[in-house]
Nanobody
Framework: QVQLVESGGGLVQTGGSLSLSCAAS????????MGWFRQAPGKEREFVAV????????SYADSVKGRFTISRDNGKNTVYLQMNSLKPEDTAVYYC?????????????????WGQGTQVTVSS
């Protein structure tokens, strides 16, 4: 069983930065594509970013492109999401996810595991 545990959420002002981490309890971490989703109150869960098994290929939602950076450290079984220039509309619960291939939607059949989520709140 794979467990994903997010950390690093919190409250930040508009324009500020936060860094999220997701630690995976799996021996074959490098076999998974890793990514982040978010869900705001009353809204559907949406794709934020994904990184390939090596981290060499990444993709972002248009709403975060240029502000967020996904990276991973396979030696530490951890994926990160650096969030800069935060906006109130970035407020959401952020979820880490693992998939057998790159994924771009929470309906993607390649998704395998989810974390419990961490709250990010951006005040105006």
């Amino acid at each position: 069983q794979v467990q994903l545990v997010e950390s690093g959420g919190g409250l930040v002002q508009t324009g500020g930065s936060l860094s999220l981490s997701c630690a995976a309890s799996v021996r074959t971490f490098s076999a998974y594509a890793m990514g982040w989703f978010r869900q705001a109150p009353g809204k559907e869960r949406e794709f934020v970013a994904v990184a390939s098994w090596s981290g060499g290929s990444t993709s972002y939602a248009d709403s975060v492109k240029g502000r967020f950076t996904i990276s991973r450290d396979n030696g530490k079984n951890t994926v990160y999401l650096q969030m800069n220039s935060l906006k109130p509309e970035d407020t959401a619960v952020y979820y880490c996810a693992a998939g057998s291939h790159l994924f771009y939607s929470n309906y993607d059949p390649d998704l395998r595991y989810w974390g419990q989520g961490t709250q990010v709140t951006v005040s105006s």
